[in-house]
């Protein structure tokens, strides 16, 4: 009798036990259903494995899981289940680091500086030209020997390129003996920009008498002097200044009934008749 009571106590205890793993297996799987389908969660199981998936279904008592790889499911009893956690809650914060911004360009200052009229600019000849086989308005090129400086900085750099045509051309044969060649300067480009500007005209005529040689018309005593110098020697400059102080001319040397020649090379003084704007860094 005694063995019988102790036996109908050790049951009703095992039904006791197994009621209360059944009723905490069933507060953890409706745990699990307020999670909705396709939540990506971890579960712990009573045997501290791990797995996790996304949730493809809770029927009954067991729990679905969706692995990684496709087509691939999982499946747990939600007795099993000892913990279940979303992803979201158990993955450490990402720190998001903002890029950092761009350096400023710099950025080029662009200014503009305008040349006084009376400039004299430094040029050297690149078109060869002659009384006698030169025409009017055949294109005339020249390079800038000198850089032109407007307080201490550099606003037409050596190299520019003047362009222009000639205005006269008459061999000393169709004029009585007098030779007349003129040309004058029209535009200049220095690197990528272009301006037009105004210029004196160059002219030359060769006098018809020994005595007088040549006149060059249109530029200043300095420049005279030095054209006077190169194509007559001392008489020439001598000429080109004192004419050139008197009258605004220059005088060059040349012998009655010669022609006007001026080779490819020459250097000349140009003289700028209006101011010009220049736009430059």
Partial sequence: MRLLRQSALFGSAVKTLAVVLVTAG??????????????????????GSTVRGKIVSVEGNVVKLAGESPNSTTEITRSRISEVKRVADVTPATTIET????????????????????TVLDVTLNTALASDTSRVEQPVN????????????????????LSGHVTNAQGSGKVKGRARLGFRFTRLTTGSATYDIDTKPLGYMAEAT????????????????VIGAITGGKKGAAIG?????????????????????LAEGRRLKVSLTNPLTIRTK
């Fill in 241 to 261: 200044t004192a004419v050139g102080a008197g009258a605004g001319t220059g005088v060059v040397l040349a012998t009655d009934g010669k022609e006007i020649r």
């Fill in 142 to 161: 020249a390079t800038l020997a000198s850089p032109v400086v407007v307080d201490g900085v550099t606003v037409i750099p050596s190299g520019s390129a």
């Fill in 210 to 225: 020994k005595k007088d040689d040549a006149v060059k018309v249109g530029v200043g005593a300095a420049a005279g002097a």
């Fill in 99 to 118: 890029p950092a911004a761009p350096a400023p360009r710099e950025v080029d200052v662009v200014r503009n500086v305008t040349i006084p009229d009376n």
């Fill in 26 to 47: 069933c507060t953890r799987a409706e745990a699990i259903e307020k999670i909705p389908t396709g939540t990506e969660v971890t579960v712990v199981t009573q045997d």
